[in-house]
T-cell receptor, first 112, second 111 residues
Framework: SQTIHQWPATLVQPVGSPLSLECTVEGTSNPNLYWYRQAAGRGLQLLFYSVGIGQISSEVPQNLSASRPQDRQFILSSKKLLLSDSGFYLC???????????FGPGTRLTVL | QKEVEQNSGPLSVPEGAIASLNCTYSDRGSQSFFWYRQYSGKSPELIMFIYSNGDKEDGRFTAQLNKASQYVSLLIRDSQPSDSATYLCAVNGGSQGNLIFGKGTKLSVKP
């Protein structure tokens, strides 16, 4: 069966510090991978998605970036965090874009 | 801009009642429709998906789809306090065919 992992689970970072969040999927090959952010009391905002190694599509221009160095690994990064980057970051996967997305446990980021 | 609309709630129902959650979508070309449940502080988990017009039942949950009206709903029968959560509707659409999520309806089931 497929499993999706995210780490860290929680993170508190000062403004201006760098960020690296990691997501890995087990038990499947060539998944589509997604990064979402959910700010307090708000809906899911799609940040990036990837259909393959090195292929990244950005949905929202911002100070975040994503990379996919391996088939089942997806990384979200920032060089300098802003207060507005606080939120719940969710990684998800599916095999077809129109199909069910399965979410990881999430990373709660607080920028102070 | 493709959109998925849900009432934010909160929707409050007594224990044992039927909870009805509604969702409308703007992309007539959408083919797949999903309901996720999200408990506070947790990630969304899939409850049901539906592809064809009509009803689909799974235990206490029934998803209803009406493509002509661009409307999808979720009924929860015999609601329990453990059903208290935010319910997200998702529809495939957009320029890349990805899932588009509504902002969710918060359901509260009172004992």
């Amino acid at each position: 069966s497929q499993t999706i992992h995210q780490w860290p689970a929680t993170l508190v970072q000062p403004v201006g510090s760098p960020l690296s969040l990691e997501c890995t999927v087990e038990g499947t090959s060539n998944p589509n991978l997604y990064w979402y952010r959910q700010a307090a009391g708000r809906g899911l905002q799609l940040l990036f998605y990837s259909v393959g190694i090195g292929q990244i599509s950005s949905e929202v221009p911002q100070n975040l970036s994503a990379s996919r160095p391996q088939d089942r690994q997806f990384i979200l990064s920032s060089k300098k965090l802003l207060l507005s980057d606080s939120g719940f970051y969710l990684c998800a996967w599916n095999l077809e874009k129109k199909d069910t997305q399965y979410f990881g446990p999430g990373t709660r980021l607080t920028v102070l | 801009q493709k959109e998925v609309e849900q009432n934010s709630g909160p929707l409050s129902v007594p224990e044992g009642a039927i909870a009805s959650l509604n969702c409308t979508y703007s992309d007539r070309g959408s083919q797949s429709f999903f309901w996720y449940r999200q408990y506070s502080g947790k990630s969304p988990e899939l409850i049901m998906f539906i592809y064809s017009n009509g009803d689909k039942e799974d235990g206490r949950f029934t998803a209803q789809l009406n493509k002509a009206s661009q409307y999808v709903s979720l009924l929860i029968r015999d609601s329990q306090p453990s059903d208290s959560a935010t319910y997200l509707c998702a529809v495939n659409g957009g320029s890349q065919g990805n899932l588009i999520f509504g902002k969710g309806t918060k359901l509260s089931v009172k004992p």
